[in-house]
């Protein structure tokens, strides 16, 4: 699988094929984490530059690289990890967060989707874009039913993110059979303004990309939010059911990569996600 952007034609998204180039996406979440947004590092992780952890060794990384100037580069990234590599492992990322049990027990074949970062000057349309096609690609080619996963946003102050918490919870709550729920020691209270004193459209625009790109592939939200002090952010889960994506999601996928998403007779695309 490789996909190339066709805005930006040395711009193109893979799953990393070697140990250097894992490496090298784990530099860039370094960047991104670490440098930019402020998370805790240790020893170790300062004296190496990479964000390291042991799920990285049961995941498919997906990379977004940059080629325009002869020599290939990683600019983006995002980590992937199949049922079957969690189960190997022995749990999934997010069961340090949150309750999957709903999940676990759905009988559908799950995708988590973690560490997603792209360098500040690639953070365009076309190759968010391309991020999300990567991910349509591996999981029509995987015959993923839902993708999950813990979604950042960057502050740990609830009050300054009680508008974006109370928005998600009050208008995005994941049906109860599927809704996974924040552990009892970490769980954060979303519900702290009433949905009537919301601005609903105000708080949507205000919300990170890659949430705002969630919500409008369908996604729902877990209940609870749990802080995570180390990367100095507040988290959500996503669920992401992928029989049921937007009608606009389903029509622009077919103009682009002309493939149908399992279970659909119709082909979709994430590609106006964002």
């Known amino acids: 699988m490789t996909l190339q952007s066709p805005d930006h034609p040395g711009v193109r998204v893979r799953l990393a094929r070697t140990p250097?180039?894992?490496?090298?996406?784990?530099?860039?979440?370094?960047?991104?984490?670490?440098?930019?947004?402020?998370?805790?590092?240790?020893?170790?992780?300062?004296?190496?530059?990479?964000?390291i952890d042991d799920y990285d060794a049961y995941a498919d990384h997906l990379i977004v690289t940059d080629g325009t100037n002869g020599s290939e580069k990683i600019v983006g990234t995002y980590r992937l990890l199949r049922?079957?590599?969690?189960?190997?492992?022995?749990?999934?990322?997010?069961?340090?967060?949150?309750?999957?049990?709903?999940?676990?027990?759905?009988?559908?074949?799950?995708?988590?989707?973690?560490?997603?970062?792209?360098?500040?000057?690639?953070?365009?349309?076309?190759?968010?874009?391309l991020l999300w096609q990567g991910i349509a690609d591996f999981i029509m080619d995987r015959d993923i039913d839902l993708m999950f996963g813990c979604a950042s946003l960057h502050s740990t102050d609830i009050q300054k993110l009680a508008p974006s918490l109370s928005y998600?919870?009050?208008?995005?709550l994941c049906p109860?059979?599927?809704?996974?729920?924040?552990?009892?020691?970490?769980?954060?209270?979303?519900?702290?303004?009433?949905?009537?004193?919301?601005?609903?459209?105000?708080?949507?625009s205000a919300l990170p990309p890659l949430i705002k790109g969630y919500l409008r592939v369908g996604a729902t939200i877990g209940e609870g939010a749990v802080i995570d002090e180390q990367f100095n952010t507040t988290d959500v889960c996503i669920i992401v059911q992928t029989r049921q994506v937007t009608e606009r999601y389903r029509k622009h996928y077919g103009r682009k990569i002309q493939k149908p998403m399992p279970g659909m007779d119709d082909p979709v695309s994430l590609q106006e996600a964002l």
């Open 83 to 129: 049922q079957e590599a969690a189960d190997e492992y022995g749990r999934f990322y997010s069961s340090t967060e949150y309750e999957l049990a709903p999940l676990l027990n759905s009988g559908a074949s799950l995708l988590e989707l973690g560490r997603s970062c792209v360098l500040p000057e690639y953070r365009t349309r076309p190759v968010l874009q």
């Open 20 to 51: 250097a180039e894992i490496q090298a996406a784990q530099h860039l979440r370094f960047k991104v984490f670490y440098e930019e947004y402020g998370a805790k590092a240790d020893e170790k992780t300062l004296l190496s530059g990479l964000d």
């Open 168 to 172: 998600l919870h009050h208008y995005h």
């Open 176 to 204: 109860e059979p599927l809704r996974p729920r924040a552990l009892g020691s970490r769980y954060v209270d979303m519900n702290i303004i009433p949905r009537e004193d919301l601005d609903a459209r105000q708080v949507f």
